[in-house]
């Protein structure tokens, strides 16, 4: 199970890597929500992880840890916000500069595509 | 009393919500005055509180009565409250600034700014790593909101490079917490240091990669060398009195480093300790010296105040990385001068910029200002405080940094960069001086008489200068119990976790 978990969050961090190295917002947004879903699996996993483990104490044998799950309920939270804030504004700079790079501006190969058309 | 450690969080939040609501919402006198009001009165508070920790030493306050290290605490010692008292004075200033007309260009400036302070005055106040993340994420919030305010193509462009780069460095904050907390169990900063002193072999290269990470975001706030590359482009583009706010937000992460590496992995951390200081100081002195080549190659006046900053960050994290009781009370001086006086300067941009027409505040030959006499005064003792030159507080604060530095390589290193960069900032502010207000084209003014509550907020932020020096006894004797404390680890952490034995530990 561990080795299963830690593969997934080593993919899914990579992937959010690799698209938040992309030229285009969107592809931003979409890195940065990936590179936040691998960080909460992530610190769910501080906790050990545990089967049938309640997070009350006395109920069962094995507990598990309640505390990375108050943290983790407080990042989605905190992720979702701010992921909702940055689709705004990413829609507010397509909207103001007139194309979705993160520089605000086409890079030169595709300014000279654009003029020979 | 007991509660008044919470005020500076929960005032700002109240105030807030306050002016969001119908009766003041509607009313732009009233929006700016409640604001006002709220800011004047939590200087006041803080103030006292400061008296109180003076007084008492080192509060804790166990945030729902859970105590320590298993609740939330807020914790007010010498340091975290002079940096409150900083940034409330700072607020008013700005506050005062933005209600002159400023605030009027967007919506919700000064709920945005209300709840900037709680985010700023919590992360200052917090005794928990967790803690100081869901701060960090409520100042940024706002902050987005505020660096957009206003609107215009370039904010928009800086707002989404920012925004990118913050929630990176969310990120990796929680990837640090996650193994932070998974091997030492604890989040709780004084239960850490405890933990860190009593790690078990195997877990050590765990937790100094947690570490490191954590200093990256902590960088990334403060503008450390790599890291900086966002910082000219935000700062300038953002409305003066945010800019003149976002003066105390890299000083955050300068002060969240200076907690973390010297309370966590201070002394006491064994193989850990001081393990920061090998890249902080590298990076701080290149800080400087690109802050400095910066300052002299900005096209613009808020560029080169925007590089100044840089200047200041590179010499506090320098500060910092020497890990010295001397260091860090010579850090604390500082901040408080440096924090207020780039902030005034950004003011000072805005002023000038708005009575040249066109040129703005480029570096060009454009119109006369309208009030050559007031605002060449105001820049020159800003130039003065902010180059090091005596009799202002630069002076006095870049004397006690070189008198900080006391091995024989670090003084080498910091002196000639501190006194180099001090130079090459004479020579840019010198030359953006003379073209600001002396090549001028005809005889017009470009704008009128700058509004007597603006003119007001920048005296008001640059008085400090002047007192800052004369109060300089006791202010440095101020600065060096906050040090003092906070490498007194051994009574903050029987004052913290008491009642608690420590704990081995987690298996």
Not at chain 1, 42 to 70: C, H, I, K, N, W
Not at chain 2, 44 to 58: A, D, E, N, P, R
Not at chain 2, 339 to 358: E, H, M, P, S, Y
Not at chain 2, 405 to 416: G, Q, T
Request: charged letters at 10%; one cysteine or more.
């Amino acid at each position: 199970m561990e080795t299963l978990f830690a593969c997934c969050i080593g993919f899914l961090t990579a992937c959010g890597v690799f698209l938040m190295l992309r030229g285009r917002t969107f592809p931003v947004v979409l890195g940065l929500t990936m590179l936040s879903y691998a960080v909460n699996l992530f610190l769910f996993s501080s906790g050990r992880l545990t089967l049938r483990g309640a997070a009350v104490l006395g109920t069962t044998e094995q507990y598990a840890d309640p505390l990375p799950q108050a943290l983790v309920l407080t990042a989605i939270v905190i992720g979702f916000a701010m992921t909702a804030f940055l689709v705004i504004l990413a829609i507010r700079a397509r909207a103001d500069l007139g194309n979705d790079h993160v520089d605000g501006k086409l890079p030169e190969s595709e300014l000279s595509k654009k003029e020979s058309r | 009393m007991w509660h008044l450690i919470t005020a500076p969080v929960l005032l700002p939040f109240l105030t807030a919500l306050l002016i969001m609501l119908p009766p003041v919402h509607y009313s732009p006198m009233r929006r700016r005055w409640l604001s006002m009001i709220s800011s004047a009165i939590q200087l006041v508070l803080v103030v006292i509180l400061l008296l109180q920790v003076q007084q008492q030493g080192l509060i804790h306050y166990a945030v729902g009565n859970w105590q320590a290290p298993f609740g939330i605490i807020l914790v007010a010692d010498t340091l975290s409250v002079v940096m409150v008292c900083l940034t409330s004075f700072l607020a008013l200033g700005a506050i005062c600034y933005g209600s002159a007309g400023e605030d009027e260009k967007g919506s919700f400036f000064h709920p945005l700014f209300q709840f900037l302070l709680m985010g700023i005055n919590g992360a200052f106040l917090t005794g928990d790593l967790f803690n100081l993340f869901v701060f960090f994420e409520v100042l940024l919030i706002a902050s987005y909101g505020l660096l957009i305010h206003a609107g215009g193509k370039n904010k928009t462009k800086a707002a989404v490079h920012y925004v990118v780069l913050n929630l990176t460095g969310s990120a990796i904050f929680l990837f640090s917490l996650a193994v932070l907390y998974g091997t030492l169990g604890t989040l709780n900063i004084t239960d850490m240091a405890v933990k860190v002193a009593a790690l078990p072999a195997e877990d050590l290269m765990l937790v100094k990669a947690g570490g490191l990470m954590l200093m990256i975001v902590f960088a990334l706030k403060a503008a450390v060398l790599p890291l900086q590359f966002w910082l000219p482009a935000t700062y300038s583009s953002a409305s003066a009195p945010v800019a003149a706010l976002f003066a105390v937000m890299t000083k955050i992460g300068v002060y969240a480093l200076l907690r973390v590496y010297s309370t966590i992995f201070g002394e006491n951390a064994g193989p850990l300790a001081g393990m920061a200081s090998d890249w902080l100081l590298p990076a701080g002195l290149a800080t400087i010296a690109l802050g400095a080549v910066g300052a002299l190659a900005s096209p613009d006046f808020r560029k080169l105040v925007a590089n100044l900053v840089l200047v200041s960050v590179g010499t506090l994290v320098s500060l910092v990385a020497l890990q010295t009781e001397l260091s860090a009370a010579a850090a604390l001086y500082y901040t408080v001068h440096s924090t207020l006086v780039t902030a005034a300067l950004f003011l000072v941009a805005d002023l000038i910029a708005n009575q040249r027409g066109k040129a703005g505040d480029r570096l060009v030959s454009g119109r006369r200002v309208s009030q050559p006499i007031l605002l060449g005064f105001i820049f020159m003792v800003g130039a003065l405080t902010v180059a090091g030159l005596p009799p202002f507080s630069g002076f006095v604060g870049k004397l006690m940094i070189l008198q900080s530095a006391v091995e024989p390589v670090s003084r080498i290193l910091l002196w000639s960069l501190i006194l180099l960069s001090s130079l090459m900032v004479i020579v840019a502010l010198s030359r953006a001086g003379s073209t600001l207000f002396w090549r001028v084209s005809g005889t017009e003014s470009g704008g009128g008489k700058a509004p007597p509550l603006q003119v007001f907020a920048v005296i008001w932020l640059l008085l400090a200068s002047p007192l800052l020096t004369v109060f300089a006894g006791p202010l440095t004797t101020l600065s060096q119990q906050a040090a003092a404390q906070l490498y007194d680890t051994t009574t903050s952490r029987n004052s913290i976790l008491g009642q608690y034995p420590v704990q081995e530990s987690k298996p």
